[in-house]
């Protein structure tokens, strides 16, 4: 039986302490340890069981840095092991003067989206490393780091313990709707815009239909009138939304609604059945469960100064249409908040740089629907790393709505 587990890497130049550091997690001698450079002639693999892990397969790669055209070959292994592992764990020998391979190590790994841990082996414990490795490899700062003395078989604990604290495991199994119960109804609010494609649902709602259906519930759509819910229509338009709700032959268990339509939403759902947003579904999604940490991060919009700068995140490049969301209708709700906050937009896959980041007080980010977890959860990690706090579309449209709205569309969350 094919078995999911965790791909860890660990990477360095040669003699840094690699296979040091892999025994020490296989507890046995499974790379070949010895101080001639290059003793790791190929990526050496071992799969392990790691409490709180799970099954891990893990690769103990050849030395980066070794020179000649074996090397050049082997170097081209190591990256491709960098490319298939989930989590890269990069051996550093503090002791010494160059840190160019680690730099190119870190900069590649970086660029593939990959968590990173480092560890810096200690040969001689007595001796201090000052922060001239940080200098020379400016991104170490942004990942967490750990000094040990790997071929000390006492620092096992305390190596698992720093990869368990810091590695978000990708095989934690994550539900796109987990309040999803079957037999039950959900409705999926989907107003529609010009913009909306003719012949298919957008990635999240026929992500939605997929999994309720799948769970043995029902899904029904409902096409909203947006224009006709906020304009003179509204009382027909409401006459309708009710004659659907009540026509179910069973009252609907939750609404999923296009954020947008909070402001309507937020009203006219009843108050005994659910709500929530398709964006803070995707959002929850991508970041494994994250949604609370894009809850938190809307308290900063209590506390707006003139000045504080907000960056508005899309995941994809759409075409935009009047009443752009990203472009028009949250930027002008938060200039009612503050006319005085300066907001700026980040469009597309690739991310600002961290220096840049950090000086923004909020980062309001969309479903990210566009990108894998994996990629969004590298800008969390971005942003965790630079303490910047970051909501979401469908968390911010609705805190918009008030308090009440905001813990309602929070609670199908809220695991019992
Ligand atoms: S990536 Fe973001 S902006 Fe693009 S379609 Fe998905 S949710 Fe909308």
């Given at each position: 039986m094919q078995v999911n587990r965790e791909h860890i890497g660990i990477f360095g130049k040669?003699?840094?302490g690699k296979s040091s550091l892999m025994n020490l997690l296989t507890q046995q001698e499974t790379s070949i340890t010895d101080?001639?450079?290059?003793?790791?002639a190929d990526t050496k693999i071992a799969l392990i069981e790691l409490h709180g892990l799970g099954p891990v397969k893990l690769f103990d790669t050849a030395g980066l840095d070794e020179k000649s055209l074996l090397g050049e070959k082997k170097k081209s292994k190591v990256l491709n092991v960098l490319k298939e592992c989930d989590l890269a764990i990069v051996v550093i020998n503090?002791?010494?003067?160059?840190?160019a391979t680690e730099a190119f190590l870190i900069e590649k790994a970086r660029g593939m989206d990959k968590q990173m841990l480092v560890v810096f082996n200690l040969f001689d414990t007595a001796m201090p490393f000052d922060d001239k490795l940080y200098q020379k490899m400016p991104l170490l700062k942004f990942y967490p780091s750990l000094s040990l003395e790997a071929i000390n078989l006492q620092e096992r604990d305390r190596l698992i313990r720093f990869i368990l604290n810091n590695y978000e495991a990708t095989g934690i199994h994550n539900e796109l709707l987990p309040f999803v119960e079957p037999d039950e109804f959900y409705i999926l609010n989907i107003p529609m815009d010009e913009e909306t494609p003719e012949g298919r649902f957008l990635r999240p709602q026929s992500m939605a239909v997929e999994y309720i259906t799948r769970k043995w519930a029902y899904p029904v759509a409902y096409r909203m009138d947006l224009k006709a819910a906020r304009g003179e229509k509204a009382e027909a338009e409401k006459k309708r939304f009710d004659t659907f709700i009540n026509g179910l032959m069973k009252r609907p268990k939750v609404v999923v609604t296009d954020s947008q339509a909070m402001d309507i939403m937020a009203k006219w759902?009843?108050?005994d059945i659910g709500l929530t947003t398709f964006s803070i579904m995707m959002i929850n999604y991508g970041s494994n469960g994250r949604i609370d940490e894009f809850y938190e991060g809307a308290k900063v919009l209590n506390d707006l100064k003139g000045g504080d700068k907000i960056l508005i995140a899309e995941a994809c490049n759409h075409s935009r249409i009047q009443e752009d969301i990203g472009t028009v209708q949250i930027p002008a709700v938060l200039k009612q908040i503050n006319p005085e906050v300066k907001v700026e937009f980040n469009f597309g896959r690739e991310f600002q740089e961290n220096e840049c980041l950090s000086s923004y007080k909020l980062i309001i980010h969309c479903g990210a629907c566009m990108i894998s977890n994996q990629k969004l959860q590298a800008r969390l990690r971005d942003l965790r790393s630079v303490g910047v706090p970051v909501t979401n579309y469908g968390v911010f449209l609705s805190w918009v709505q008030g308090h009440k709205a905001l813990e309602r569309v929070m609670e199908p969350w809220i695991s019992e």
């Amino acid at each position: 039986m094919q078995v999911n587990r965790e791909h860890i890497g660990i990477f360095g130049k040669m003699n840094s302490g690699k296979s040091s550091l892999m025994n020490l997690l296989t507890q046995q001698e499974t790379s070949i340890t010895d101080s001639t450079p290059g003793t790791t002639a190929d990526t050496k693999i071992a799969l392990i069981e790691l409490h709180g892990l799970g099954p891990v397969k893990l690769f103990d790669t050849a030395g980066l840095d070794e020179k000649s055209l074996l090397g050049e070959k082997k170097k081209s292994k190591v990256l491709n092991v960098l490319k298939e592992c989930d989590l890269a764990i990069v051996v550093i020998n503090p002791a010494t003067d160059d840190f160019a391979t680690e730099a190119f190590l870190i900069e590649k790994a970086r660029g593939m989206d990959k968590q990173m841990l480092v560890v810096f082996n200690l040969f001689d414990t007595a001796m201090p490393f000052d922060d001239k490795l940080y200098q020379k490899m400016p991104l170490l700062k942004f990942y967490p780091s750990l000094s040990l003395e790997a071929i000390n078989l006492q620092e096992r604990d305390r190596l698992i313990r720093f990869i368990l604290n810091n590695y978000e495991a990708t095989g934690i199994h994550n539900e796109l709707l987990p309040f999803v119960e079957p037999d039950e109804f959900y409705i999926l609010n989907i107003p529609m815009d010009e913009e909306t494609p003719e012949g298919r649902f957008l990635r999240p709602q026929s992500m939605a239909v997929e999994y309720i259906t799948r769970k043995w519930a029902y899904p029904v759509a409902y096409r909203m009138d947006l224009k006709a819910a906020r304009g003179e229509k509204a009382e027909a338009e409401k006459k309708r939304f009710d004659t659907f709700i009540n026509g179910l032959m069973k009252r609907p268990k939750v609404v999923v609604t296009d954020s947008q339509a909070m402001d309507i939403m937020a009203k006219w759902t009843p108050e005994d059945i659910g709500l929530t947003t398709f964006s803070i579904m995707m959002i929850n999604y991508g970041s494994n469960g994250r949604i609370d940490e894009f809850y938190e991060g809307a308290k900063v919009l209590n506390d707006l100064k003139g000045g504080d700068k907000i960056l508005i995140a899309e995941a994809c490049n759409h075409s935009r249409i009047q009443e752009d969301i990203g472009t028009v209708q949250i930027p002008a709700v938060l200039k009612q908040i503050n006319p005085e906050v300066k907001v700026e937009f980040n469009f597309g896959r690739e991310f600002q740089e961290n220096e840049c980041l950090s000086s923004y007080k909020l980062i309001i980010h969309c479903g990210a629907c566009m990108i894998s977890n994996q990629k969004l959860q590298a800008r969390l990690r971005d942003l965790r790393s630079v303490g910047v706090p970051v909501t979401n579309y469908g968390v911010f449209l609705s805190w918009v709505q008030g308090h009440k709205a905001l813990e309602r569309v929070m609670e199908p969350w809220i695991s019992e």
